[in-house]
C-alpha cells in the first residue's frame, strides 16, 4: 500500500466521527472493509467488532486490536498535512489517531499482504468500543469469543519500537464530605465549612506515589453561593496500580482516613495486567529489529484494551504508535509513522 493511500485511509477514519458512545458508522465502514478482505466478521452484543482471516499456512492464531472510540472533541475533524510530513487536526478537535493509526495499520498490512498474495497463518482483528471510558468494551468480551492466544495491542504511546507487558489497574472513588450550612454574612460562626473540612482531610493523605502505587484527587466540587457556609463537598479521583494487593491496600488506607471528614465509595474501574511470557516479548523484540527498529521494552503507567485482553487467556504486547499529544486538539502524528507502524504489523502478521 502507497504512503498515499495509507495516508487517504487514515484521513477517511479521522473524519468518521466516533466518539465513545458513537462508534456505528465507524465500525460499519471497517466490517465492510474486513469483509471485502475476505474475513469473516462478527459484532458482540456491546458492538466490538471481530474479523477472522483462514491462513494459508498452519500457524497459531494472531491478533492484532485497536479501538473504535475517540476522545471529545473528536467530531468534525479536519485533517492538515504540513510539508514536513507533520498530520494535525485545525485545532478546533483532536486528530483522532489514538486510536485511528492503529486501525489504519491494521488495514494497511492487511491490504498489502492480500495484494501481494502473500503466505500468512490465520489472522484474527478486534476494534473495539468504548476504551476511552474505562476500557469498557473490552470488558465485555465473552470468554471464548476470540480464537486467539496471543495477541498484539496498537494503541500506546512513544516511538514506534516501544514495547510494554504490563498495565496498570485502575479504581475511581468519590469523597462525599458533610458540613454545615450557615449565612456566611450573619452567623458564619454556625456553620462548618465543608470545603475547610476536604482541604484537612487532603493535606492529612496527598496524592502522588504511595510506593508502587499512585492516587489522585482529581476533582472538587461544592457550595451553592458565595453567601452561604457549604455543608457539602465532593471530591472525586483514582487509585492506580499493577498490584491488585497495592490497590486493596490503598482503598482501605484511604476509607481509615477520610472517615472522619466524609463517606468514601469506589467507582468503575479496570483491573491490571502483567505480561507473563517472555517468548512472546522476544519475538516481538526480533520482528522490530528486522524491520529496523531498536526494541526498548517499557513500564506502562496507565491502561489499555490489553488490560480485559488479558484475561480472557490470550498473551498480549502493547506497541508504540508514535503519535503525540493525544486526547488534545494539539495531538500529531506523521506520514512517517502510519507508514512505518503498518510496515511492522505486517512484519509480525507474516512472522
Given at each position: ?75 468534525g475533524v479536519k485533517v492538515i498535512l504540513d510539508a514536513d510530513g507533520r498530520i494535525h487536526s485545525d485545532g478546533t478537535t483532536i486528530l483522532g489517531a489514538d486510536d485511528k493509526d492503529g486501525i489504519t495499520a491494521i488495514l494497511a498490512a492487511l491490504e498489502s ?139 482501605k488506607k484511604l476509607c481509615d482516613h477520610w472517615k472522619q471528614w466524609g463517606e468514601v465509595a469506589f467507582t468503575e474501574g479496570y483491573p491490571p495486567y502483567e505480561l507473563e511470557n517472555p517468548a512472546l516479548i522476544r519475538h516481538t523484540e526480533n520482528v522490530l ?63
Amino acid at each position: 500500500m502507497t504512503p498515499q493511500k495509507i495516508f487517504e485511509l487514515f484521513c477517511e477514519l479521522v473524519t468518521t466521527d466516533s466518539p465513545t458512545g458513537d462508534e456505528a458508522l465507524l465500525r460499519e465502514k471497517l466490517q465492510q472493509k474486513l469483509q471485502s478482505f475476505g474475513a469473516e466478521t462478527e459484532v458482540d452484543d456491546a458492538g466490538n467488532l471481530r474479523g477472522f482471516l483462514p491462513g494459508t499456512l498452519e500457524l497459531p492464531v494472531k491478533m492484532f486490536s485497536s479501538h473504535m472510540d475517540t476522545v471529545e472533541p473528536g467530531r468534525g475533524v479536519k485533517v492538515i498535512l504540513d510539508a514536513d510530513g507533520r498530520i494535525h487536526s485545525d485545532g478546533t478537535t483532536i486528530l483522532g489517531a489514538d486510536d485511528k493509526d492503529g486501525i489504519t495499520a491494521i488495514l494497511a498490512a492487511l491490504e498489502s499482504i492480500r495484494a501481494k498474495n502473500l503466505p500468512h497463518g490465520p489472522l484474527e482483528f478486534l476494534f473495539t468500543v468504548g476504551e476511552e471510558k474505562n476500557l469498557n468494551g473490552a470488558a465485555r468480551i465473552n470468554p471464548g469469543w476470540l480464537r486467539s492466544k496471543f495477541a498484539w495491542v496498537i494503541d500506546g504511546p512513544g516511538e514506534i519500537g516501544t514495547i510494554y507487558a504490563n498495565g496498570v489497574g485502575k479504581i475511581g472513588f468519590t469523597i462525599d464530605v458533610k458540613g454545615k450550612a450557615a449565612h456566611a454574612g450573619i452567623c458564619p460562626e454556625k456553620g462548618i465549612n465543608a470545603f475547610v473540612l476536604a482541604s484537612q482531610g487532603i493535606m492529612g493523605m496527598q496524592p502522588g506515589n504511595f510506593g508502587d502505587a499512585t492516587m489522585n484527587y482529581g476533582n472538587i466540587h461544592g457550595g451553592i453561593a458565595d453567601n452561604v457556609v457549604p455543608d457539602h463537598v465532593t471530591l472525586t479521583g483514582e487509585i492506580r496500580s499493577s498490584n491488585p494487593a497495592r490497590i486493596r491496600e490503598l482503598q482501605k488506607k484511604l476509607c481509615d482516613h477520610w472517615k472522619q471528614w466524609g463517606e468514601v465509595a469506589f467507582t468503575e474501574g479496570y483491573p491490571p495486567y502483567e505480561l507473563e511470557n517472555p517468548a512472546l516479548i522476544r519475538h516481538t523484540e526480533n520482528v522490530l529489529q528486522a524491520a529496523g527498529y531498536t526494541p526498548h521494552l517499557k513500564r506502562f503507567f496507565a491502561g489499555s484494551d490489553a488490560n480485559y485482553i488479558s484475561k480472557l487467556g490470550i498473551d498480549v504486547c502493547l506497541l508504540a504508535t508514535g503519535r503525540a499529544q493525544n486526547h488534545t486538539p494539539a495531538e500529531t502524528t506523521t506520514l512517517e509513522n502510519l507508514e512505518n507502524l503498518a510496515f511492522v504489523v505486517e512484519r509480525l502478521m507474516l512472522s
